[in-house]
Structures are given as C-alpha cells and as structure tokens.
C-alpha cells in the first residue's frame, strides 16, 4: 500500500503558476504509475496527465498541454504538477493517484477506476 498527501493548491489569478505536490509513503514509490486528476464542482473528476515510474515519460489530456508538466523524484517519493497560464477553467481539487505496476504505455491509464491509491486532494481556484 501507499499513502498519499497532496499540497500546493491556492487562489491564484489567471495567468499564474503553481506548483502541486503529492508526498508517498508505504511501498517503494517507483513500482507506482503516478497520475494527477481534478474535479470541478459538478462534475466528474477529469484525468490531467500521468508520469511513468522512471520519470521518463508523461501522457497529458488536451487541455493542459503546454500548460502542465508532471516531474516526480523518486528519492524523495514525490510527484510534482507544475500548472503555467492558469485559467478560471482550472479550477478544481487536483489529486493525485498511484497505481501499482511500471507500465510502459501510460497513455492506456487515463480513467479515474485504473488508480489503486488517491490524496486527499488539494484545492485550486484561479480567478479571472
């Protein structure tokens, strides 16, 4: 098992940045595929983007290309979303997620049901 604990969130203007981070403990944290969701108010949580168990490879959803990067340090059993030019469309809680195997091909794990472990969630609102 791993738990997990996100941080970072804030009220922030469009245009901002932020930097999400989500601390691992339990299992060796580079046997987990990592993920970072989000959930609007209303709506069903949203995929944003994952990062394989090496670090080497991310798979991001159309919305956040550009945008988001996904870093994780392996040393420090940490994963980091780095979110550039906010948008109020942003706002969201963002989770992160973990599932359990070194897959090669992240882009296949997009659905919230594939992630074995999840944060509390971290709150982010960008204002216009």
């Known amino acids: 098992q791993v738990q997990l604990v996100d941080s970072g969130g804030g009220l922030v203007q469009a245009g901002d940045s932020l930097r999400l981070s989500c601390a691992a403990s339990?299992?060796?944290?580079?046997?987990?595929?990592m993920g970072w969701f989000r959930q609007a108010p209303g709506k069903e949580r949203e995929f944003v983007g994952n990062?394989?168990?090496?670090?080497?490879?991310?798979y991001y959803t159309d919305s956040v290309k550009g945008r988001c990067t996904i870093s994780r340090d392996n040393a420090k059993n940490t994963v980091f979303l780095q979110m550039n030019s906010l948008k109020p469309e942003d706002t969201a809680v963002y989770y992160c997620?973990?599932?359990?195997?070194?897959?090669?091909?992240?882009?296949?794990?997009?659905?919230?049901?594939?992630?074995?472990?999840w944060g509390q969630g971290t709150q982010v609102t960008v204002s216009s």
């Open positions: 997620a973990a599932k359990l195997g070194r897959y090669a091909d992240i882009a296949y794990y997009s659905r919230a049901y594939q992630y074995d472990y």
């Open positions: 339990g299992d060796p944290f580079s046997s987990y595929t």
């Open positions: 990062i394989k168990w090496s670090g080497d490879s991310t």
